[in-house]
Structures are given as C-alpha cells and as structure tokens.
C-alpha cells in the first residue's frame, strides 16, 4: 500500500492532470450528502408515506431525481457506510464483519477503516474542498480511524451506534461521546439534540465556505438503532407516527434548513445535494417504520433493506421532478463526485463503484453499470443474492445467515423480476433458466473476487487495526 502521505500527492497530480485544457480554475461543484439511519424508503411523503410529513424532502423530489432502485451495500450500518465513503464492498475493505466477528463495529473496537484505504473526501481535497462529516461514523472509533485521519478537516458526532451505551456493558464500554476532531466534547452526549447539533454545525459550514467548494458529510441519527427512537422536544409528539414519525419529520427539517442555507449563500446552482439512508427500517413490534412498496426489513438483504430511498437535487444540471429507476448504488458516490470534480484515484486502486454521472444528471438513454456487471447483496462474508437488470435472484444456500436469528434456515432458489414486481409476489426461476444460470455465473464471480463463508476473496484488502485498543473518553 501507499502511505498516506504518498497516496495524497498521486491523488493531487492526477487530479490536475484530469482537467481539460483551461478548466484548472474553474471551481467544481459543493456537495452535501445526507444519511438517515434506519429510514425506509416508506417512511417519506415522495415514495408514497401518508403518515410522515416531509415538505423538504418532498420538494427535493420535485427540483431533483427520484431513484427508485438505488441500492446500499449491507442493511447494517457500518458496511453500508464504508461502501459510501470508499466506493468499495465492505468485504474489499474487509469491515463486513467486526473484531469480534459481529455485524457492525462496537466501542473500543480493535478494527476500522484502514488509514491506506482512499475516502471520498481525500479523493476531493487536491481539488481545494473543505471537508466536514457532521453525524454518526461507525467506521473505527480509534484514533488512526476516525474521520479527521481520514480526510475530513472537521468531524462532530458519535463514533458509532447511539444504542452503544454504557449502560449495556459497563465494564467494556464508556459513556456514549460526542467528539470534536479526536476530543470528546459531551459524555454521555444527550441523544436527543443531536440532530440540531449536526444542522447548525452544518449551516455554520456552508456560511464559513462560500469562497471555496466543499463536501460535507452527515451522516445523521436517526431514525437510529435504539428502541425508543431520540427525538428533539421541539418534534415530540407532533407527528401521525409517534416518536418514530416525529424523528422522521426532524429530520426532514434539518434538510430544509441545510438547504435555506445553502440558497442564502447564493449557491443554489453550485451545489449537489443527496439524500438517502444506511439501510432499510427495521421490523419492530408495534411497527414503526416502512419500506413499502418493496419487501423485507433492515438488517438483511431483502429488497426493504438495502433498496433505498434517494433523491438528489442540483438545480440547472439535474433535470427537476425526473425519475430514474436504473440500478444506481452508494458505490457510485466516490467514483461520480471524483469525476465530477475533476479528480481521480488511480488506476491500481480497485473500486466497485462507477462513475454514474450520466444517470444522476438524466442524460437521456443512460444505463445502469451494474446490468452487466451484477449487484451483491452480502450479509456480513455470505453472498445472498444478486441483481442484473430487472433480476434479482437469491441464491441457494444451505443456510442463510440473518442478523439475530437463533439458527439459520436453508434459502431457496428464487428468481424475481424486481423492476416490474417490487413485492416480489411472482417467483419466476422455472420461466427464466437463461437469467438464472448468467446470475450464478456472477456469483461465482464475486466469489472469487470478494469471498464468501469461509472463502477469503482474492480481492480483498486489510482492515485497519490497532494491537491495544482505548476507549473514547473525556479528559
């Protein structure tokens, strides 16, 4: 691997290189980048919700693009988030299993993100952005890992799961932080105002870079993982769904005041702003949030879980109130920002994702990358399914592993065509052998490249690690 240091001055001068003749001055677009935690796509007025109201993202839908079959990489949290920062599956980068062999990253945890690894926001920095993740990170709550080593110049927010309290494991975990930079700031942080934290952080961002592009990165808390969703006393109470719905509509909110910001600053036209969430809304009992029309919960790799509301809005290059339900994924968000801004990562650093610009900007007769080069659902190293084109097939497996389950069943075969039946009420195999037998065939594939159950890939990459993990705590 390149050190850091190196891989900043190759990312530098391929950047510059990239540009056509005369357009080294000309100032890429800002980029804002919003990311709910366990939201699904029925839970926001533009995909059809007539509990939760949602004027601003409604109004995102109406200027921008509506995807209807954008997907994540994982319906858990940190390797959904890993693919958006680095544009690869988690299992390349080797967070789709914990160091203790869990689901998702937990406090004091001895893995993260490799430090070598190239994030977004350091493909973005050789182009003069300022960088700010304002939210949730989840992908290493070490120091080499969090997000100022990372190439973000500001970070504000948890570094992982607000359900990942003291209280749970007192002898193991400390009391919930809120960081600035490496320092905890607030411990335990009170969940409850953290989505206003993160908004005024954010419209304080804006207001201190209007002379410069920027990307900033919120990943936000809610609706979040916690059984009893945290709620700003302002939205208590004051939606159809309660706390769960008034933590959407909060939300929903904060996007609006961001985007007031950003109109103030007279940079309407300068900035690209997308929406979308880490994975599906989870099943609770009573119920609380939805994933309709598609089927499945959060924490697996149905349809619900990992097939994501997302809007993006840039006015005069996105086509306003245009849909498109070509397979766009968070893999794409690296690749396509980098392009956009002129810069690029290399040629021998692998990515998954690519460039989508065509489809995020409506150019007539664009295509999905992945109809020929297949979509992979994982849950943590097993390859549960995968999507070409219209097709989605779950694969046969001996015993299909889920988050939570007490045993794991067997999978059956089953083919749908998920384009036309989103429910996917009509399992189609015996009618399609042809779609079944090219689908294996890039299983076998991804395989190869990213592993399966106890088969590393010959693709995949360390995490980082460190020998004596400390816990984050205020000094």
Not at 181 to 198: F, H, N, S
Not at 217 to 232: D, E, I, K
Not at 381 to 399: E, F, I, M, N, T
Not at 465 to 472: I, Q, S, Y
């Amino acid at each position: 691997m390149l050190s850091r240091l190196y891989s900043a001055l190759v990312l530098a001068s391929l950047a510059l290189c990239s540009l056509p003749a005369g357009a080294a001055e000309d100032r890429p677009p800002n980029v804002i980048v919003v990311l709910a935690d366990n939201l699904g796509a029925g839970d926001l007025g533009c995909y059809g919700s007539k509990l939760h109201r949602t004027p601003n993202l409604d109004r995102m839908a109406a200027e921008g693009v509506k995807f209807t079959s954008f997907y994540v990489t994982s319906g858990v949290c940190t390797p959904s988030r890993a693919s958006l920062v680095t544009g690869c599956y988690s299992q390349r980068v080797n967070l789709h299993v914990s160091d203790l062999g869990g689901a998702v990253l937990q406090p004091v945890a001895a893995k993260g993100l490799n430090p070598d690894e190239v994030t977004v926001a350091e493909v973005l920095k050789p182009r003069g952005y300022a960088t700010a993740c304002y939210g949730k990170w989840h992908l290493g709550d070490q120091l080499p890992f969090l997000p100022t080593n990372q190439g973000f110049d500001e970070f504000l927010g948890v570094p992982y799961s607000e359900d990942m309290v003291q209280e749970k494991k007192p002898d193991l975990w400390p009391p919930l932080p809120l960081m600035r930079g490496t320092m905890v700031i607030e411990a335990p942080v009170d969940c409850e105002k953290l989505t206003r934290i993160y908004t005024e952080a954010a419209v304080d961002f804006v207001r201190r870079n209007t002379e410069r592009p920027f990307f900033l990165y919120m990943p936000a808390a809610r609706p979040g993982s916690t059984q009893v969703v945290h709620v700003g006393n302002e939205f208590r109470g004051k939606s159809a769904n309660g706390l769960y719905g008034d933590s959407v509509e909060e939300l929903d909110r904060s996007l609006g005041v961001v985007l007031d910001a950003v109109k103030k600053q007279g940079l309407d036209d300068r900035t690209l702003v997308i929406w979308t969430s880490d994975n599906g809304a989870v099943r609770r009992n009573p119920p609380q949030g939805s994933n309709a029309p598609f089927a499945g919960w959060g924490y697996g790799t149905s349809e619900g879980g990992m097939r994501m509301p997302c809007l993006m809005r840039w006015p005069g290059h996105i086509p306003a109130g245009s849909v498109c339900d070509e397979v766009t994924t968070t893999l794409d968000v690296l690749p396509t920002l980098a392009a956009m801004a002129g810069a690029s990562v290399g040629s021998d650093h692998k990515l998954d994702g690519y460039d989508a610009s065509d489809l995020w900007l409506g150019k007539a007769g664009a295509r999905s990358h992945y109809d020929e080069s297949g979509f992979f659902f994982y849950h943590m190293a097993q390859l549960q399914a995968v999507r070409r084109g219209p097709w989605k097939l779950y694969l046969p497996l001996d015993s299909a592993l889920a988050l939570g389950a007490k045993k794991a069943p067997p999978q059956a075969l089953r083919l749908f065509d998920v384009r036309h039946d989103i429910g996917e009420e009509h399992e189609v195999s015996a009618e399609h052998p042809e779609e079944v037998k090219a689908l294996l065939a890039l299983a076998r594939r991804a395989r190869a490249d990213l592993g399966d159950l106890n088969a590393p890939g010959e693709g995949q990459r360390a995490a980082g690690h460190v020998d004596h993990p400390t816990a984050r705590v205020k000094e």
